[in-house]
Each structure stands twice: as structure tokens, then as C-alpha cells.
């Protein structure tokens, strides 16, 4: 029996081509929160949303960071998931399995007074007629929260982290309702122990902590974490090489 090669190759190529033909892109952003804030400058502020992918292949989703218009003093840069980017890499390629999908933040560190805004912008790989973008809007009002203390004592609590963010060192102010043992580490966003204290013992009241830099940090978002017989708070710093 003589075999038509040529029949099932054609008709190989035309069973692939309908997979492919039949193949849909799709993402949704879904924004946690106002996309519209505002807050005292020298505050850290994090805008949240998922990222997910709807169509039915995987898909790299191209990540950015456009139309910038900030002061020039402020600083903006974005995570993904766990990983956090440097202010300078403004585009990030995100890699989503079928239905998968992560965690974008977009952090805003207004050092002064002022106007600042920004567009998230996403846009399929598979089908680059599929995008979309979100504007982020901050204004910054009052006094910088480095400078402020709080009259009264009211639980364990991280108050502010200043100057954030930092280049050699910043300084971690806390507050304490009693006298106990407090300890302080810092952490990668990828969970990496950085750098941490010994536990010492403070008075009630509000204190503050330095933490230094340390020569293997790259730029980037860190996680600073203290304990205390209260409970854990959680906050964090960027660091700037």
C-alpha cells in the first residue's frame, strides 16, 4: 500500500494552523483601591491591582511605566509579585500561564510637595492590539512624615521610615505601649534576610532605630520587619545605590 506523504503533511499544516488560528489573548487589570490619592509628602504610598490572563495560551505581558510626569525629586518604580524594579527600568516582560495571574505595585516616594502622576500600562505579546492602562494620580500635602512625632502612645506600631528613600542609612521610628524587647531585621522582597539586630530593650514611648545599608544591597524595595512581646510590624523602605 502506497502512503501519500504529501496528503498528511498538508493536512498536518492544516490542523496546526486551525490550533493556532482558534488561539485567544486576553488580560484584565483589576485596580485595588483609588487610583487617585492624596498624602503627606515623605510618605511612602503603594498603588495595588492584579494582573491576569484571560485568554487560553500563555502569554508575556509587557509591563511599563509611561508618560511620567512627576517632580523631579520624587521616585516611582514597580514590583511584580515578590520582585521590585529600579526606578530607571521603566518596561518589564511578565510571563502568565492560563488564568494565571500577579500582584503589580507601583510605588510612588514624593520627597516634596507637590503633583505627580504616571500611566500602567500592559500590553499582550500574542496579540499587541490587546492592551490596556490605568492613571496614577498622587498629590502630596503637609508636613513630611520623617518629621513627625505623635503626641500620644497608642500600641506597638512602625510610625515612619526616613529618609525614604535612602542611600547609606535610614532611621525606623516606633512606638512602644510599655517597657519590652524589640528586634529589627530587613528583608529582600524575595524573602533574603539582609541585615538584623540584636533584640534590645526599650522603655514605653516612641524611639527610633538606624539601619545601615549593607555592601551587597541593590537598588530596590526592602521589607523591614520588628518583633516585640506586642506583636510583628511590617513596613518598607527603598534603597538607592
Known amino acids: 500500500m502506497r502512503v501519500n506523504t504529501k496528503f498528511f ?3 498536518a499544516v492544516i490542523i496546526a494552523f486551525t490550533a493556532t488560528g482558534f488561539a485567544q489573548s486576553g488580560l484584565n487589570y483589576s485596580h485595588l483601591g483609588e487610583t487617585e490619592v492624596t ?11 492584579i494582573l491576569t ?8 505581558i509587557v509591563v511599563s511605566l509611561r508618560h511620567d510626569d512627576v517632580p523631579e525629586n520624587w521616585h516611582t518604580s514597580m514590583c511584580i509579585n515578590s520582585t521590585c524594579y529600579p526606578p530607571f527600568l521603566r518596561e518589564i516582560n511578565d510571563t502568565l500561564a492560563v488564568s494565571a495571574f500577579d500582584t503589580i505595585y507601583v510605588d510612588f516616594y514624593p520627597a ?3 503633583d505627580g502622576s504616571l500611566y500602567l500600562h500592559f500590553q499582550s505579546t ?7 492602562s490605568v492613571f496614577l494620580s498622587l498629590h502630596a500635602r503637609g508636613e513630611a512624615v520623617g518629621d513627625q512625632t505623635p503626641a500620644t502612645v497608642n500600641g506597638f ?3 515612619s521610615v526616613y529618609p525614604n528613600p535612602f542611600n547609606s542609612a535610614t532611621r525606623v521610628q516606633f512606638t512602644l505601649p510599655s517597657a519590652g524587647n524589640v528586634e529589627l531585621a530587613v528583608f529582600s522582597m524575595d524573602g533574603r534576610l539582609i541585615s538584623e539586630m540584636a533584640p534590645r530593650e526599650v522603655v ?3 524611639h527610633s532605630l538606624l539601619v545601615q545599608a549593607t555592601p551587597d544591597m541593590s537598588s530596590g524595595v526592602y521589607l523591614i520587619r520588628m518583633q516585640s512581646s506586642f506583636g510583628n510590624a511590617f513596613t518598607r523602605a527603598f534603597f538607592i545605590k
Open 9 to 11: 503533511l498538508a493536512l
Open 39 to 49: 498624602v503627606p509628602f515623605g510618605e511612602l504610598y503603594v498603588y495595588e491591582g
Open 53 to 60: 490572563n484571560t485568554g487560553d495560551s500563555e502569554d508575556i
Open 112 to 114: 516634596t510637595e507637590g
Open 126 to 132: 500574542n496579540d499587541p492590539a490587546i492592551m490596556d
Open 157 to 159: 506600631e512602625i510610625l
Open 204 to 206: 514605653a514611648g516612641t
